[in-house]
């Protein structure tokens, strides 16, 4: 090709002004050089079997794999130039390559150091010798033979475990305690029971597919319980509920005996959170010749379960353990989120030096959520009031980003950490559900979806390229 041959020419010129400039000069660079030389080429010597382990790994015709010189069964593999220090591969996977018109004949990959079949940095990151290119790849392993005649092709499949530390946005700030002498004070709101920081764990795996450029992943995350507690006492049984319990009964008890005129009001919170996700993948190097930037597409499905859970508690005693629970009644409310739909999303890797990358991966769907709650009213010693189940259906928006830096440790192990940040819109929340009149139970079922949730937090873990 007229381009490669331009490169090459001024490839030459540009090595032959660096020898007669000396060793000791520094030469023109627009990336900074590693601070040593990559190893010469093997050449061949009676100990060419002591340094069979160290040999320069080649790039074959294994669809972007740096392969060892031979593979069984299959002929050696032609040798090229590259270095030990730059064949590392990024969090995301190996650099793709594939057969197409802008194939570099063999004459003019030799004079730039690449295998023939190079197509420049796009699927060839070789090209102008960066080593931030090289960070692309994996070091290739001989393929597996299995039973009945299957091959398994080691370096298509990658995994990664992660740990997750996150929490939620302050709950809607809805009174549910007033001082029985004054009904303009607010003692207690379900704002104060937020939740906590809560530990998780993520689970992804996937495998490249032909030329690399295109593959499938699997993702599984989970938080909770997230927890928070709020509470009010009085000693002189002054606490009182906005909360209308005319004709309310709990058990042969008005709700009236638990909830005004007591000695304590609590609150307590507990959500749990779980997605999964399959995303289909397209991915692409860019850059002229330093190769820094990689970008991946996604398109797939995605579940997201929300559990979201309060419980309001009053007693008219010192403890809501007095008498075996018959002096303690409690609102139970309980409402759950499951989103199901389709996203998009993409991610950007920028590779400030070959070991170490920044990246950013947003994500956007649109999602069916089908709502159901439950609320029920009862004493600690299980006399019943009321208990309401009911069902609605939504449409939901879920919108995500993953900032981070990923550091290469060995040529197949990566650690990671993260900052997750995500958005649903049209939830049901228990604050919002929690009636005005206790005996409009028919009112209950309409359940509310106007909802918003924000959870962030961080994540650190390791991604394995196998």
């Known amino acids: 090709m007229r381009t490669a041959s331009v490169f090459c020419a001024a490839w030459l010129l540009w090595a032959v002004a660096a020898h007669a400039q000396g060793s000791g000069a520094e030469t023109p660079s627009l990336l900074p050089l590693p601070a040593f030389a990559p190893p010469p080429l093997p050449r061949p010597s009676a100990g060419a079997t002591a ?37 590392e591969p990024t969090e995301a996977m190996p650099a793709s390559s594939k057969d197409g018109a802008d194939v570099l004949p063999a004459q003019n990959a030799a004079c730039c150091g690449m295998p023939a079949g190079c197509q420049g940095c796009r699927t060839c990151p070789l090209l102008g010798g960066s080593p931030f290119a090289q960070a692309l790849n994996t070091a290739g392993m001989a393929p597996l033979n299995l039973p009945y005649g299957l091959r398994l092709q080691p370096g298509y499949w990658f995994g990664s475990l992660a740990g997750l530390v996150m929490t939620r946005d302050a709950p809607n700030a809805l009174s549910t305690t ?81 909830f005004d005129n007591a000695h304590t009001h609590a609150l307590w919170r507990s959500d749990s959170f779980n997605n999964f996700e399959w995303n289909a993948m397209r991915r692409a190097a860019f850059g002229p010749s330093a190769c820094r930037l990689m970008w991946t597409g996604y398109a797939g499905l995605r579940y997201f379960r929300f559990q979201d859970g309060l419980i309001f508690g009053g007693v008219n005693s010192t403890n809501f353990s007095d008498g075996g629970g018959a002096y303690a009644a409690y609102l139970n409310t309980n409402v759950t989120n499951n989103l199901a739909g389709i996203q998009l999303g993409s991610r950007i890797d920028y590779f400030v030096v070959p070991r170490v990358r920044l990246y950013a991966q947003p994500m956007v769907g649109l999602f069916g959520n089908e709502v159901s709650m439950r609320e029920h009213l009862y004493s600690g010693d299980g006399a019943q009031g009321f208990d309401v189940l009911a069902r609605r259906s939504t449409v939901s928006t879920l919108a995500q980003i993953d900032v981070g830096a990923g550091y290469q440790v060995t040529p197949r192990f990566s650690a990671f950490a993260a900052y997750r940040l995500m958005g649903v819109t049209r939830v049901g929340l228990t604050d919002n559900q929690i009636p005005a009149f206790w005996a409009d139970q028919q009112g209950m079922q309409n359940i509310k979806t106007n909802g918003d949730l924000i959870l962030h937090g961080v994540m650190v873990g390791g991604m394995w390229n196998f």
């Not at 507690?229 to 005319?246: E, I, K, R």
């Open 178 to 258: 007033y001082n029985s002498s004054n009904v303009n004070t607010n003692l207690l709101d379900t704002g104060r029971a937020r939740d906590n920081w809560a530990g998780g764990g993520q689970v992804m795996f996937g495998r490249w597919f032909g030329p690399q450029a295109y593959g499938f992943q699997f993702i599984y995350w989970g938080l909770g319980p997230m927890t928070g507690t709020a509470s009010v006492v009085d000693p002189n049984y002054q606490l009182s509920t906005p909360f209308n319990l005319g004709n309310v009964n709990v058990g042969q008890q008005s709700a009236t005996f638990y």
């Open 51 to 87: 340094l069979e382990a160290r040999t320069p790994l080649a790039r074959g015709q294994r669809d972007g794999y740096y392969a060892p010189s031979s593979w069984p069964g299959e002929g050696p593999l032609p040798s090229v130039a590259s270095s030990y220090a730059w064949d």
